[in-house]
């Protein structure tokens, strides 16, 4: 990244490696103030940040309106599937 500034404690890398886990909530909360301060200070980080927002947010809401019920047979064949997978460890059926 160039013209990276350190502000708030972190790096705009540092940033950046933790931006999916800040907007999933998942950051826990020095973590989560430090990219907090470090946002209010760098405006290319927070405006990148937002977009990367709205870009995640649209796919959420895009694979969410695409979902489709499975019906049981299939349910049932994928269970065993994945079932013969873990025993066999090699994640497909037995020969």
């Known amino acids: 990244m ?3 500034r350190h ?3 972190l790096w705009c890398r540092d ?3 933790r931006l999916a886990d800040y ?3 998942s950051l826990d909360e020095p973590s989560r103030q430090s990219v907090d301060a470090h946002l209010r200070e760098c405006q290319a980080c927070a405006s990148f940040g937002g977009d990367y927002s709205d870009i995640v947010g649209a796919l ?4 969410a309106d695409d979902l ?3 019906d049981d047979e299939l349910a049932e064949r994928i269970s065993r599937a994945t079932a ?3 025993r ?3 994640g497909g059926e037995t020969p």
Do not use: I, M
């Not at 959420?60 to 694979?63: D, I, N, P, V």
């Open 2 to 4: 160039t013209n990276e």
């Open 7 to 9: 502000a708030g404690g």
């Open 15 to 17: 940033v950046l490696a």
């Open 23 to 25: 907007l999933d909530g």
């Open 60 to 63: 959420h809401r895009k694979l």
């Open 68 to 70: 489709r019920p499975v």
């Open 84 to 86: 013969s997978g873990a």
């Open 88 to 90: 066999t460890g090699s």
